[in-house]
């Protein structure tokens, strides 16, 4: 039973194009997050939310926003793609002030 | 700000040979320390977790130490195995808010 799951995997899109990536957890815990790893695989963050608010907002465009319909779930949307925008983004999840933090598998994304 | 760094970004040792990957961070205020591992494509998987008041963790063949004065901490491996190769990243939450700010990782090789 994955803890952390995000989806799709892998995702290859056009310049210009507006896209989304699934973030669920199972994990009961209070703080959802999402992570950039870039090509030379540093890991950075790019916000979280805790109880519906957003409490970390790192300098990411605005092209880039967080949705959470419930505490399970953050959704990353992600508007007018660039080719800057490749990376892998990483969901995870852990309890406010941890506590661990729990990792998803990963989306692979590719702007062409 | 915090800065996270870790010596050597690769290692390659054969088979049974104990080792030691370390993690410096600029900053001592930290509220915990965690440990990570992470195999291509694929996400991380949360090794170990040291709370600022712990000075060890361990878990099987792995030992995490932490010095909070000194801004250091070390993973210990012990009997290292062909499957132990994977990129290992060490990550700290300051005391002020709950984001991981993570190191550059260790890229390591067991040879059989």
């Known amino acids: 039973d994955t803890a952390v799951s995000q989806t799709p995997k892998y995702l290859v899109t056009q310049m210009g194009n507006d896209k989304s990536i699934k973030c669920e957890q199972n994990l009961g815990h209070d703080t959802m997050y999402w992570y950039k790893q870039d090509s030379k695989k540093f890991l950075k963050i790019m916000f979280s939310y805790n109880n519906k608010e957003l409490i970390i907002n790192e300098t990411v465009p605005n092209r880039f926003s967080p949705k959470s319909p419930d505490k399970a779930h953050l959704n990353l949307h992600i508007n007018s793609l660039e080719l800057g925008d490749s990376a892998v983004y990483f969901c995870a999840s852990s309890q406010v002030r941890s506590a661990e933090a729990f990792f998803g598998q990963g989306t692979r994304l590719t702007v062409v | 700000k915090q800065e996270v760094t870790q010596i050597p970004a690769a290692l390659s040792v054969p088979e049974g040979e104990n080792l030691v990957l370390n993690c410096s961070f600029t900053d001592s205020a930290i509220y915990n320390l965690q440990w990570f591992r992470q195999d291509p494509g694929k996400g991380l998987t949360s090794l170990l977790l040291?709370?600022?008041?712990?000075r060890e963790q361990t878990s099987g063949r792995l030992n995490a130490s932490l010095d909070k004065s000194s801004g250091r901490s070390t993973l210990y491996i012990a009997a290292s195995q062909p499957g132990d190769s994977a990129t290992y990243l060490c990550?700290?939450?300051?005391?002020?808010?709950?984001?991981?700010?993570f190191g550059g990782g260790t890229r390591l090789m067991v040879k059989p």
């Open positions: 040291i709370q600022s008041s712990q």
């Open positions: 990550a700290v939450i300051p005391n002020a808010g709950n984001m991981l700010t």
